[in-house]
């Protein structure tokens, strides 16, 4: 019986023991917890109760070359909810909905797109209301983890849209923080334009805010332990467009079609207009899905920007390239002739002039200024596909111009090799040449390209790299830092241009030139018009020329698509802009 207590006794101190080492080590913990750990415990429960809230910086302006502004910013809020807040208090999203008539589910919706940590806010109503404002902050208590901000937001001062040249904000995608590693989800950047080509000069360094919030996530106030960070703002640009005439070639484009005014010497553009285009306020304000896909699905598409991206035939205006062509390589003269009679027969094909009954006896000039279809098939029979390609391409065709935009398209300037992929080696016709020289078939150019070569007539060489921004600098206290030209030169022989240049300057300036209706008295307008055959409607209209004659100041590109003729519908366009011009600069 004895034995039997001992044996009870000795297990009871063993409990014991094992009792007071257990408490010791809580204690012990707790010791370690309360007194040696205090600060690393308190720097976490700071980090618990702080809420780090970015603020954008304010986006640079945008100036004309004049220093009339085309693109400010204007404070505006936002409503943003914190995805871990907002899934732990269910109760609160029917509030949330009945205050900013949201659903639900279109929050969470929200949420799942865009993704990412869940303590980072996500922005839900862009540029809201002040009376919406208002009932969200009289219930603000009541809804831990939604808050407002005050963000930035493009607004346009100026009476010009430009809508394609300037560009659109938009929220970054997964994609855009998969290329760029220093966005955050619920960031704006810019998607197209300048907006995009010059978003990291635009965009400033975004700052940050610390705010106090207790333990369901209401802001309590400032955390004045931890400084807010400023946000730095973007720099300004200075464009090379002068306000005043991109107004009025927005004003002269009805239909669908493209306006380029553009300094013959440095690529300047003073104006870019596309039509139809688009409300650069709508996206400041907040696109909806279903805007924008009514937007990217017009037919009529008014998103693509028509100086740089539309790739159509040029027509007659082609005819400068095969006469530089034909002169450079001396396979014509300014003397020699040829007879229309209305007509040029090609094997069992006819090819006809647009005029019926011909231009009569026919010289480089006179086709140029008469537009003769006849001479121009003939002669470019005489050029053929290599030296036409090889030409081309020398005067910036079949290739971008290297323009300060994104997704510009480089055209089409058929070689051998690829009209022997497209119809078999050698089974394309010398008829395809004919229609080659008069800027039909296969052959697709832009605007802008259609700029550059007119600057390469206009100043007897020069072939300029187009640039819209033209300086950059960090505040209004600063100076403009002037952005480099670029320029190339292409020698071709001094008679080429004088050639080309007098059936320009006839072709505006004298009885029976196609281009009359873009005459302006004393500045000695040099153009020239296209035609441009359409099989899926009427025909494309075209003009480009330069002025003045001596010492050019603009270059001036039209394009009416399914415009009909180009001397009936595109010169008189670019007269419009020529005497407009006159009168700026006497």
């Known amino acids: 019986m004895k034995?039997?207590?001992?044996?009870?006794?000795?297990?009871?101190?063993?409990?014991?023991?094992?009792?007071?080492?257990?408490?010791?080590?809580?204690?012990?913990?707790?010791?370690?917890?309360?007194?040696?750990?205090?600060?690393?415990?308190?720097?976490?429960?700071?980090?618990?109760?702080?809420?780090?809230?970015?603020?954008?910086?304010?986006?640079?302006?945008?100036?004309?070359?004049?220093?009339?502004?085309?693109?400010?910013?204007?404070?505006?809020?936002s409503l943003f909810v914190i995805p871990f807040e907002y899934n732990r208090n269910p109760v609160d999203a029917d509030l949330l909905d009945d205050l900013i008539g949201m659903s639900p589910a279109n929050i969470e919706s929200r949420i799942l797109e865009v993704g990412g940590n869940p303590f980072t806010p996500v922005r839900i109503i862009r540029d809201m209301d002040f009376e919406t404002l208002s009932t969200?902050?009289?219930?603000?208590?009541?809804?831990?983890?939604?808050?407002?901000q005050i963000e930035p937001v493009r607004t346009y001062p100026s009476e010009v849209s430009a809508s394609h040249v300037l560009g659109y904000l938009g929220e970054v995608t997964r994609k855009d923080i998969r290329m760029h590693g220093n966005l955050r989800q619920g960031e704006i950047i810019g998607k197209n334009g300048l907006e995009r080509r010059y978003d990291g000069l635009l965009r400033g360094v975004k700052g940050y805010q610390y705010m106090e919030v207790d333990v369901r996530g209401r802001e309590v106030g400032n955390?004045?332990?931890?400084?807010?960070?400023?946000?730095?703002?973007?720099?300004?640009?200075?464009?090379?467009?002068?306000?005043?005439?991109?107004?009025?070639?927005?004003?002269?484009?009805?239909?669908?079609?493209?306006v380029v005014v553009m300094d013959p010497f440095n690529g300047d553009i003073l104006a870019m207009a596309s039509k139809p285009d688009y409300s650069l306020e709508s996206f400041a304000r907040g696109m909806t899905p279903d805007s924008w896909d009514a937007l990217r699905t017009d037919p009529k598409r008014p998103l693509l920007n028509r100086p740089v991206q539309a790739q159509i035939p040029p027509g007659s205006t082609w005819k400068l390239v095969t006469a530089a062509a034909a002169l450079e390589n001396e396979l014509v003269s300014a003397k020699d002739t040829i007879f229309c009679e209305g007509y040029f027969r090609l094997g069992s094909r006819i090819y006809q002039c647009w005029r019926p009954f011909g231009h009569g006896s026919v010289d480089i000039i006179k086709g140029l200024k008469e537009s003769c279809n006849v001479f121009f098939y003939q002669l470019g029979l005489r050029v053929g596909v290599e030296l036409m390609e090889k030409t081309g391409r020398r005067i910036g065709m079949g290739r971008i111009s290297q323009i300060d935009l994104d997704e510009e398209a480089p055209g089409l300037l058929p070689d051998e090799k690829y009209l022997d992929q497209k119809y078999g080696e050698k089974g394309w016709t010398r008829g395809l040449m004919a229609n080659m020289a008069v800027g039909q078939g296969d052959l697709l150019v832009t605007p802008i390209q259609m700029a550059r070569l007119t600057a390469f007539i206009a100043t007897k060489g020069v072939l300029p790299v187009p640039r819209i921004v033209k300086a950059w600098r960090r505040n209004a206290l600063e100076t403009w830092t002037n952005i480099e030209i670029q320029t190339s030169h292409v020698m071709f022989r001094h008679d080429v241009f004088s050639t080309l240049e007098e059936g320009m300057l006839r072709a505006v300036n004298e009885s029976g030139g196609t281009a009359t209706a873009s005459r302006v008295p004393g500045w000695d307008v040099c153009g020239k018009?296209?035609?441009?055959?359409?099989?899926?409607?009427?025909?494309?209209?075209?003009?480009?020329?330069?002025?003045?004659?001596?010492?050019?100041?603009?270059?001036?590109?039209?394009?009416?698509?399914?415009?009909?003729?180009?001397?009936?519908?595109?010169?008189?366009?670019?007269?419009?802009l020529f005497r407009k011009m006159a009168e700026k600069w006497p």
């Open 3 to 77: 034995a039997l207590d001992s044996v009870r006794d000795r297990q009871v101190r063993i409990i014991n023991l094992f009792i007071i080492g257990a408490f010791g080590l809580l204690l012990l913990r707790f010791f370690q917890l309360q007194v040696l750990g205090v600060s690393e415990y308190r720097a976490w429960s700071d980090r618990n109760s702080v809420r780090q809230i970015s603020v954008p910086a304010n986006r640079g302006k945008l100036y004309d070359r004049t220093g009339h502004i085309l693109v400010d910013n204007r404070p505006s809020y």
């Open 136 to 148: 969200v902050e009289e219930n603000r208590l009541d809804l831990p983890g939604v808050f407002f």
């Open 223 to 258: 955390f004045g332990k931890r400084r807010d960070l400023l946000p730095v703002t973007g720099y300004d640009l200075s464009l090379t467009l002068d306000h005043e005439i991109q107004r009025l070639a927005e004003s002269l484009l009805k239909g669908a079609g493209a």
């Open 529 to 576: 018009t296209g035609t441009a055959e359409n099989p899926q409607g009427a025909p494309h209209a075209w003009f480009v020329g330069y002025a003045p004659r001596k010492n050019p100041r603009a270059v001036v590109v039209v394009l009416l698509e399914n415009g009909g003729s180009g001397g009936i519908a595109a010169a008189p366009v670019a007269g419009r």
